[in-house]
Each structure stands twice: as structure tokens, then as C-alpha cells.
């Protein structure tokens, strides 16, 4: 029962990640039908911000040195920035593209800042601590808990709370979610497209932030191409659980985290090594019986 | 207030438009109408941002809205009821009808249109936290209306206001708009399919097919509605006429309803 518990917080933790990385990819899917491929290396971005710039073998802490609250936003403002550049100078241009064309230029995004990381910092990965003392764990009864694990799993309700009541809440809000829904009729009505997509962007950048510390602080490593097995795994959650739901986003992304976790526990010892086999297995079985995600839009269905 | 000079619009080869031309002056309820695909959605798409013309002109009290984004447009005084009603179907009836004043810097203003819009459409007041895809097709068709007031439009166009709907709520649907017209003086230009109900509703007519206008005049110098067929239709008119479809007789059991 402890055992399961145990496993049950993991899942929770590693959960997070998926649904915070999911909820950036699917923001933008809903607003721009961009699958946004590049939302791993905004990830990657975030957490090399925390280092110096240089091809030292050993990193040296820079923005990561700084108490939390002030790390917290200029990751953020740095990821947002980065966010906001590239609809500024690549989608903004294919605003009347296809979707298979936005996913490719979303390749190119990626590629492009995975090699300004390779030019800048090296391709060796660097090893960082951040909030080591978080490594500590916290026993509750016979439960032995990492407070990472609880940090990520707050950070990442307090983020869902703030923008669910952003989206619910304010008139920006009601605005991106009438653009998810028909932007053509949003645009009707005088809701500026710019400014909608930007902030989808924006908003998308803060997550791939936050994603990005709570990551680094659990692997304690840097590399280049760290954002993209949590992007596919991401992407996978936004497929379950409907694209361009973000509920769906959310419950797709715990969803992943459950499976995997639960796998890697309970999979036969000689079978563990295929465990990532395994969970698609399990997302292929999902599409079987659910072909557009656990949770369907009605935007989506409309437009394919 | 409104001057469509000549525009031409092509959906990839297909000439949707070929030289339309129409005006709108300030206060007067213009109707288009013609049969389905005769480009009457065209141009109200074209005024309103959502379609390019490569050739032609279209001005607002004089200023050009060439190259402006819908949203500019719509930001001038201009609100376009789409086809087909368009609701946000996951926000709620308040919010539908916020979010037409989002852009409006006058907040009590637009906090008494609000209420305004409430007394017009009482049936949507007992909705307000309903999300508005469970309103029924009229009552959506009235949240729309409501919604495109809410941006204080010079012009408001209507896009097939009966489509889809049972002719007792069309009925109702219209009486609003008349009401509307009264109550706030609108401008309205409306397209529509039913040569009878143009003839009930409109100052002045024009009637839409293959792209090009056909007739154009008062209202009140068309009420027996001989002329109206014959543009609608393009009797005498061999060389456009269009062989007989599925399509142009259900129009026919329209025209003659």
C-alpha cells in the first residue's frame, strides 16, 4: 500500500511535467492549429538561461544562483520573449498556412534553437543544481517524499488554478477562448488577432518556463535536446486527451505521468527496459476506443 | 455611408463576384437577395474583411477598407452576422454578449447595452449562465443580433437571418430587427433567399446571381414581385441562365411560398 502511494506521488510529480508541458502545446493548437514542436527547446531555453553563457565543461550558475522569486519571473520573461520572437518572425508570416506547414516551420523553430544552445554553451551536458535542499525528503507515517516532488505538484496546481481563472475570469481571457472556438467570428467582432495569438505565445512561453525549472531541478542536468522527449511525451498527452482541449491537455498529461510511472513499477524487471513501448501501446489503445482524445472538441471535429 | 464600387472576388478559379456594386445610406435597410451561391455571403464577406476582392473598391463614409483586417473593419462601426449563426457555443450567453464590447473603451456604456440587449431578448436574461450552445436556433439567432449590436455598429449586416430556422421564429427573427431598426436606428443590409420577405422588410433591393447584380430598386416600386422573378430567376435572360437543379427549384418553392 506504501509502495503504491509512493508510486501514486511519482506519478502525480512526473505527471505535472507532462501536463504543464501539454497545456503550452495545446494552448497554442487551440488558438492557431500550430502543433508546436519548438515548445521542447523553449523548454531547453528556460533552463540554459540559468547558466552563464560559455563553453566551459563546467557550468557556472548565473540566473539560477538567485533566490526563487526572482528567478521564477526572468526565466519566465526570458522564455516569453523567446516565445513572442518566433511568432514575430516565423508564424506570424504563415498566419494563412496550413497546419502540416505550421508544424514543419515549428521543426525549423526547433532546430534553430537547439543549435544556438550547441553554438553558445556546447554540446556537453552540463551538470546544475537548483533548489538542491529541496532533494530532502518529507516523512509522513512510513511515506518518504521528496518535497521536489510536492513543490512540482503545487506549482503546477497553482498554475492550472491561475489560468483557468485567467481564461474563466478576464475579458482577455473570454477572448482567447472565443478565438479557440471560431477565430474567424472572434475576428468579426473586432478581437484583434495579433494580440490573441501573442498571448497564447506569451502564456505558452510561462509554462515552458516553469516546466523548464521544475525539470532541471529534478534531473539536476542541462543539454540540448533535454525538451524533447518531455515535448513528445507532452504531445502524446495532448493526442489522448483531445487536441485542442486544454482540459484535455491537463487530464492527457496525468494521464502519461500515471502510465509510465505505474509501468516502470509493476512491468516484469526484464521487461522494464520497454516500458515507453508499453505506454504507447496504451495511447494506441485509447485512440482505438477514443479517436479524438478523452476529451473531444467540437472545434476540432468541425475543422477536420 | 457605405459605397461597394465594382469588387471582384475569386474563390481559386471560381469567380464568386464578378463586379458587384451597392449602397448603403445611413439608416436604410438594403436587402440582397438572390438563390444559394449567387455570391450574396460573397460580398457581405468581402465588406467585412473576411475575403480579399482583387478588383474594386469598398469605402465607410468615405474611407477606404481596403487591406484592413476584419477586426479593424469591425472596429470602424461595421458587424457582420455570419451564416449560420455562429455562437460561441462553450462561453455563456453573458459572455457571447461581452465579448462584442471588449473593444469598446466607454464601459458604462457598454454595461447599459448590456442591459439594453436583456430587454430586447428577455429569453436570453433567464440563459445568462447557460453556456450558449444549449440555446435552442432562435434563441441563438437572437444572442447574435445581441452580440453584434454590442459593438455599436454603424452597419450591421445579417447573413441569411432564417436559415435553419422554423418560419414562426423567422417571423419573430425579423420583427426584432424591425424593432431594432426603430428602437436604434440601424443601418442594416441583409441577405436572404425569400424574395417575399425582402419585399415586407426592405427600402431597397438587390437582387444577386452568378456573381452580379441583376436589379436594383425600391422596394415599393417591386411589391408585385414580376420583376424580382425574372432577375431571381434569369427568365429571358438564355445566355446566364443556368440549367434547372435540385437546388434552383427549392429556390422556386421558396419564392412562390
Known amino acids: 500500500m506504501i509502495g503504491f502511494l509512493q508510486n501514486l506521488i511519482d506519478a502525480l510529480s512526473l505527471g505535472s511535467l507532462y501536463a504543464l508541458a501539454a497545456l503550452g ?19 531547453s531555453f528556460g533552463a540554459y538561461a540559468l547558466i552563464v553563457p560559455s563553453l566551459d565543461v563546467m557550468a557556472t550558475k548565473f540566473i539560477g544562483g538567485w533566490p526563487w522569486y526572482f528567478m521564477l519571473p526572468v526565466v519566465a520573461a526570458i522564455v516569453v520573449v523567446l516565445a513572442l520572437l518566433s511568432d514575430l518572425l516565423v508564424f506570424r508570416k504563415l498566419r494563412q498556412a496550413s497546419a502540416p506547414t505550421l508544424m514543419i516551420a515549428s521543426f525549423a523553430v526547433g532546430y534553430v534553437i537547439q543549435n544556438v544552445i550547441l553554438m553558445v554553451y556546447g554540446a556537453r551536458p552540463k551538470s546544475i543544481d537548483v533548489w538542491s535542499h529541496l532533494q530532502q525528503q518529507v516523512v509522513i507515517g512510513e511515506l518518504r517524499v521528496p518535497q521536489l516532488q510536492l513543490v512540482t505538484i503545487g506549482v503546477t496546481v497553482v498554475l492550472l488554478i491561475g489560468l483557468s481563472l485567467f481564461l474563466g475570469r478576464t475579458p482577455y481571457g473570454v477572448q482567447m477562448r472565443a478565438a479557440a472556438e471560431d477565430f474567424r467570428m472572434a475576428r468579426y467582432l473586432g478581437i484583434k488577432a495579433n494580440f490573441v495569438i501573442g498571448l497564447a505565445f506569451a502564456i505558452s512561453g510561462v509554462l515552458a518556463a516553469m516546466t523548464s525549472l521544475l525539470f532541471v531541478s529534478q534531473t539536476g542536468t542541462l543539454s540540448h535536446m533535454m525538451g524533447v522527449p518531455l515535448m513528445l511525451f507532452a504531445f502524446i498527452a495532448t493526442v489522448i486527451g483531445g487536441m485542442g482541449s486544454l482540459a484535455g491537455a491537463v487530464v492527457g498529461g496525468f494521464a502519461v505521468g500515471f502510465v509510465s510511472v505505474m509501468l516502470q513499477a509493476y512491468l516484469p524487471q526484464e521487461l522494464r527496459s520497454f516500458r515507453d513501448a508499453f505506454v504507447f501501446a496504451v495511447v494506441i489503445m485509447v485512440l482505438l476506443f477514443r479517436p479524438s482524445g478523452l476529451i473531444p472538441t467540437k472545434a476540432l471535429a468541425q475543422r477536420v | 455611408m457605405l459605397e461597394v464600387d465594382n469588387i471582384h472576388v475569386n474563390y481559386g478559379r471560381l469567380q464568386a463576384l464578378r463586379g458587384v456594386s451597392i449602397t448603403v445610406a445611413e439608416g436604410e435597410v438594403v436587402c440582397l437577395v438572390g438563390p444559394n451561391g449567387a455570391g450574396k455571403s460573397t460580398t457581405l464577406a468581402a465588406i467585412a474583411g473576411g475575403v480579399t476582392p482583387h478588383a474594386g473598391s469598398i469605402r465607410l463614409q468615405g474611407r477606404s477598407l481596403a487591406g484592413l483586417p476584419p477586426e479593424s473593419i469591425a472596429r470602424l462601426g461595421v458587424s457582420l452576422v455570419p451564416e449560420g449563426r455562429h455562437v460561441f457555443e462553450a462561453l455563456t450567453v453573458a459572455e457571447n454578449l461581452r465579448i462584442g464590447a471588449f473593444q469598446r473603451r466607454d464601459r458604462s456604456a457598454a454595461a447599459a447595452d448590456f442591459e439594453r440587449m436583456l430587454e430586447h431578448f428577455p429569453r436570453l436574461r433567464e440563459r445568462l449562465q447557460q453556456p450558449a450552445g444549449r440555446l435552442s436556433g432562435g434563441e441563438q439567432q437572437m444572442l447574435v443580433i445581441g452580440r453584434a449590436l454590442m459593438t455599436r455598429p454603424r452597419l450591421v449586416m445579417v447573413d441569411e437571418p432564417s436559415l435553419g430556422l422554423a418560419p414562426k421564429i423567422v417571423d419573430q427573427v425579423y420583427d426584432i430587427l424591425l424593432a431594432l431598426r426603430r428602437s436604434e436606428g440601424l443601418t442594416l443590409l441583409i441577405n436572404e433567399q425569400s424574395s ?45 441562365a443556368p440549367p434547372p437543379t435540385a437546388k434552383r427549384s427549392a429556390a422556386l418553392g421558396r419564392v412562390a411560398e
Open chain 2, 196 to 240: 417575399k420577405r425582402v419585399l415586407q422588410f426592405a427600402d431597397r433591393i438587390y437582387v444577386v446571381r452568378g456573381g452580379r447584380i441583376h436589379l436594383h430598386d425600391l422596394a415599393s416600386n417591386l411589391q408585385d414581385g414580376k420583376a424580382i422573378m425574372e432577375a431571381y430567376f434569369g427568365f429571358g435572360d438564355q445566355s446566364a
Open chain 1, 25 to 43: 502545446i495545446g494552448l497554442l493548437f487551440g488558438i492557431l492549429r500550430l502543433t508546436n514542436f519548438a515548445h521542447g527547446d523553449f523548454i
